[in-house]
T-cell receptor, first 110, second 115 residues
Framework: KNEVEQSPQNLTAQEGEFITINCSYS?????LHWLQQHPGGGIVSLFM???GKKKHGRLIATINIQEKHSSLHITASHPRDSAVYIC????????????FGTGTLLAVQP | DAGITQSPRHKVTETGTPVTLRCHQT?????MYWYRQDPGHGLRLIHY???????DKGEVSDGYSVSRSKTEDFLLTLESATSSQTSVYFC??????????????FGAGTRLSVL
């Protein structure tokens, strides 16, 4: 069993829909990271969070440390949101090693 | 790409040949990482560096070596490439090696095919 599990693996939505991507992890962490990988392959950081909620534009990320669960929400989805969304956790301890989920492929149709 | 350049971006090579991938950064970040990305797997750490000449293995280090002779350059070498090393390779950098709010910045990736 992977230490970081994402669901769903694939998601197709209509433009304007509210989207939720989930991430569950089984290890102790110091922080959790949401990343976006564009169709061209580049990976960019969306959020880093260790508690509560963060919001950036139409994106909202939440984390529940007790339940070892995080969600990424996209409001008013748009075709340009189509990408792979990757959850990664930073394990506890003295290194910044990331443990990655396998990603959620999101396709937003016009 | 936060001042990170990977070269080459694409490479096709034959089994048994040596291959070196280069990661160059202009951010003066101390930590550098090499990952591989394969279908059905999350990004997996190959090797990382926490300073010039200071490197350590990741979870999938077999068949790979690295070197860091300057802060800005981190080289990944496949001594004798195998078909199982066909993958997309990403370099990443971070300012600090400690958990918390540190963010890793990724290069654009190198697509390697070993025939």
């Amino acid at each position: 069993k992977n230490e970081v599990e994402q669901s769903p693996q694939n998601l197709t939505a209509q433009e304007g829909e509210f989207i939720t991507i989930n991430c569950s992890y089984s290890v102790g962490i110091s922080a959790l990271h949401w990343l976006q990988q564009h169709p061209g392959g580049g990976i960019v950081s969306l959020f880093m969070l260790s508690s509560g909620k963060k919001k950036h534009g139409r994106l909202i990320a939440t984390i529940n440390i007790q339940e070892k669960h995080s969600s990424l929400h996209i409001t008013a989805s748009h075709p340009r949101d189509s990408a792979v969304y990757i959850c990664a956790v930073i394990g506890g301890g003295a290194t910044n090693k990331l443990i990655f989920g396998t990603g959620t492929l999101l396709a937003v149709q016009p | 790409d936060a001042g990170i350049t990977q070269s080459p971006r694409h490479k096709v090579t034959e089994t048994g040949t040596p291959v070196t991938l280069r990661c160059h950064q202009t951010e003066n970040h101390r930590y550098m990482y090499w990952y591989r990305q394969d279908p059905g797997h999350g990004l997996r750490l190959i090797h990382y560096s926490y300073g010039v000449k200071d490197t350590d293995k990741g979870e999938v280090s077999d068949g790979y070596s690295v070197s860091r002779s300057k802060t800005e350059d981190f080289l990944l070498t496949l001594e004798s490439a195998t078909s199982s090393q066909t993958s997309v390779y990403f370099c990443a950098i971070s300012e600090s090696g400690y958990g918390g709010e540190n963010i890793q910045y990724f290069g654009a990736g190198t697509r390697l095919s070993v025939l």
